[in-house]
């Protein structure tokens, strides 16, 4: 008979007390803090140089990442480039934010407004890298932004085309509202792609504060958009 003195003895594995063993691993976020750099670091180089200017080694170099980051996190140099220029569109109108305005309890002039003033804000940024990245896809489009534009843009007009029809009355179908829309939009456009080095008009624009360009804009937009609900008023009573 076996004496229990010559039992087999318990594993090390199971006899490590408690505080020896391996801890659990915590999720990893280095990999989404590498991505969020190579997105803003190509975002930079990419309004700086352009696309066909700014390689994936000249972003990773900058990035301090390595060669296969790029490929790793975007896909290649195009899937990095097309979620910039989304990351650009963001920062600019942010969809949700201008979803939250648009169903919110405010009148729909205040909710323009509100618009028209982070608009002019965002686009008078000269620090940051997205109005002028934006500004080289309006004067030079990419193959890559109708793509951008459909999935990041057209869901925003469709909010913003929304708020317009309740303050003039117009119809969703009605071919003035692409107009108003045009008339809201052109000044935007035109503060993003004013050259900011070559002296010009535009430079004294520039220079005034951000609140100040937005309330003329304002001034011109709800005159606008007064003077077409009039007209349609006029037409329907003929």
């Not at 097309?82 to 305005?101: F, G, I, K, M």
């Amino acid at each position: 008979m076996t004496s229990s003195s010559s039992a087999k003895a318990p594993s090390a594995k199971a006899s490590a007390p408690p505080g020896r063993r391996p801890a659990r691993r915590a999720p990893r976020t280095d990999g989404e803090a590498t991505r969020l750099r190579i997105l803003e670091t190509a975002g930079r180089l990419f309004a700086e140089r352009g696309y066909a200017d700014t390689t994936s080694k000249a972003i990773c170099q900058a990035a301090r990442t390595n060669m296969a980051a790029v490929n790793y996190h975007f896909g290649s140099r195009d899937g990095l480039y097309a979620a910039v220029l989304r990351e650009t569109h963001r920062r600019l109108v942010s969809l949700d934010d201008l979803a939250r305005l648009a169903d919110g309890p405010l009148p729909p002039r205040e909710k323009l407004a509100r618009l028209i003033e982070g608009l002019v804000a965002n686009v008078v940024d000269a620090e940051g890298w997205h109005a002028r990245l934006w500004a080289r896809e309006v004067l030079a489009p990419s193959p890559l932004l109708a793509d951008v534009v459909q999935a990041e843009a057209l869901p925003k007009f469709e909010l913003i085309a929304g708020v317009l029809g309740r303050i003039t009355g117009l119809p969703a179908d009605d071919p003035a509202l692409p107009r108003c829309m045009i008339s809201l939009m052109a000044p935007c456009v035109m503060l993003l792609v004013a050259n900011r080095v070559l002296p010009g008009p535009v430079q004294a624009v520039l220079k005034r504060p951000a609140q100040e360009l937005a309330e003329h804009m304002k001034q011109f937009v709800f005159a606008g958009l007064d003077a077409v609900a009039a007209a349609r008023r006029a037409a329907g009573g003929a």
